[in-house]
């Protein structure tokens, strides 16, 4: 048997094509052994400290972080005005549909007032609007109407949006990170007053919310509405608060949605509330004191619930009639009311991307610590 010309030269480049990682294969993280540099054509870019990925783009990318003690400076640098943890890429249902990098690759800009913010928020083209410490809606309750292609990243960890958010409508393409959003409280628990959220999304798609703080708002603190798809939340604390994170209003099954590493501390009902989803991934998050109910799969949703904690949590697990439900390796601490039974068929959510599960009894120390704005994630 001869071996052709062709087969020999191939087993020639092998272990050089074994050493980069593919177009969106994993190039990094904690506990990572795989290789940290990725094919031509692609770069290698931070997502957290426990995944990087290769993503379309050229430039140098250093290694990324292998372990989870090092500090901001080790995570990936890249050269151009910005680092690449400022402009990291979505993980989750948000990585499908053509992925969500927000103003990756375009203007960077700093700012530090409200004014700046909806300037650059609405403009159009691709926008890294870093924040600077605290920004004060000049009006309470103002939603930045956000347009396409957009990140808006804290720098370090004292970004902050207080007394107003963001409305996402029928935009694509948006990232909002390491930023504590809220404080348009006005006395109203049933959040009947105003109709001020910390984001609404209606019709918009590729949508990451990561490593933010959404804290006392007067209606939703996060509502995403009318078929808003491709949406990722990850690494989220939502606290004291009432209706807290809503997703729905919809007569149609299309929405697909993963939420991970999220911390629902002292809040009441929908936790989320996931009203008619085609696909809702719920991993490792943690509640703390909720009043009225966790995790509810309503309508017709199918809902994948995997190694999430529940502490004095009242009617952890919900599910209407008419949904899916699938739960396993979750842990139950003094709740009370109902938990509902498994039901239906779940999806399998590694057939659509790839994630790590943490151990269930990890869950409230990592969450309690990574669930909010990091120095790490946008240092400058
Ligand atoms: C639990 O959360 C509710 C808000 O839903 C709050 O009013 C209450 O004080 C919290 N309880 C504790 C012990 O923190």
Known sequence: MTYSKKFVAALLLAPAALAQAPLYGQCGGQGWTGPTTCVSG???????????????????????????????????????????????????????????????????????????????????????????????????????????????????????????GFGLTNVKNIIIRNLKIGNTYDGDWE???????????????NIWVDHCIFERGADGLIDLRLDSNYITISHVTFRDHNKVLGIGWTENVITQATIHHCYFQNVGQRNPSADNLKYAHMYNNYLNNATSYGHYSR????????????????????RDDTA????????????TGSTAANSGTAFNPSSFYSYTLDSTANVPSIVKSEAQPKSSICPS
Not at 74 to 95: L, M, P, V
Not at 324 to 335: F, H, I, K, P, Q
């Open 191 to 205: 959040g009947k007053t105003h109709d001020w959220d910390g984001i609404q999304s209606d019709t918009s798609s």
């Open 324 to 335: 899916v439900l699938v739960a396993s390796g979750n842990t139950y601490v003094s709740c």
């Open 42 to 164: 692609s770069v290698c870019v931070y997502s957290n400290d426990w995944y990087s990925q290769c993503l379309p783009g050229t430039g140098t990318t250093t290694a990324t972080t292998t372990t989870r003690t090092t500090t901001a400076s080790s995570a990936a640098t890249t050269t151009g005005s910005s680092s690449t943890s400022c402009q990291a890429a979505a993980h989750g249902f948000a990585s499908l549909n053509g992925g969500t990098t927000g103003g990756n690759g375009g203007t960077v800009v700093v700012v530090n007032n409200w004014a700046d913010l909806k300037k650059y928020a609405t403009a159009s083209g691709k926008y890294v609007i870093k924040v600077s410490g605290k920004i004060v809606a000049t009006t309470t309750g103002e939603e930045i109407k956000v347009t396409n292609d957009k990140t808006i990243v804290g720098i370090g960890s004292t970004g902050e949006i207080y007394g107003g």
């Open 299 to 318: 309508g017709y949703t199918n809902m994948r619930v995997e190694n999430c904690y529940f502490e004095k949590v009242r009617n952890p697990l919900q």
